[in-house]
């Protein structure tokens, strides 16, 4: 649903943007519940999205809101710079996949631009 594919199986995105955020609270965890310990001591950050809504600005000028969950599965990157822009990133629902999502991100570009700069020497 967010996204298409035409007849030559490429992918077409239907969104143009993320335009808001809102949070249930009593679904979302709070920043002091973010993290968990283990059975050993261990601490771990809560691996969940539950209760995040993003509101979409789809290409035909409609909004809707969509879980943070299907967002971040259908478009990370979009996903996590709105929310690094926002300043949420440190929130639960963000916290244990955004620094993972912006290194590996990071990693592609830079294969990329490797990738172009032996091809143009």
Not at 90 to 113: G, H, M, Q
Request: glycine content about 6%; overall charge positive.
């Amino acid at each position: 649903m967010l996204t298409q594919v035409d007849a030559d199986r490429h992918s077409l995105t239907m969104m143009e943007g993320i335009c808001g955020h809102r949070t249930d609270p009593d679904k979302a965890i709070e920043k002091a519940d973010g993290c968990v310990y283990t059975r050993s001591g261990q601490k771990r950050q809560r691996k969940t999205t539950q209760g995040w809504d993003l509101l979409i600005r789809w290409k035909d000028g409609s909004e809707s809101w969509q879980k943070l969950k299907d967002m971040k599965e259908s478009h990370p990157i979009d996903t996590t710079e709105y929310a690094k822009a926002r300043g949420i990133t440190d929130e639960p629902a963000f916290a244990w996949w955004v620094p993972y999502t912006l290194r590996k991100r990071d990693v592609i570009l830079s294969a990329v631009k490797s990738r172009i700069r032996k091809t143009t020497h």
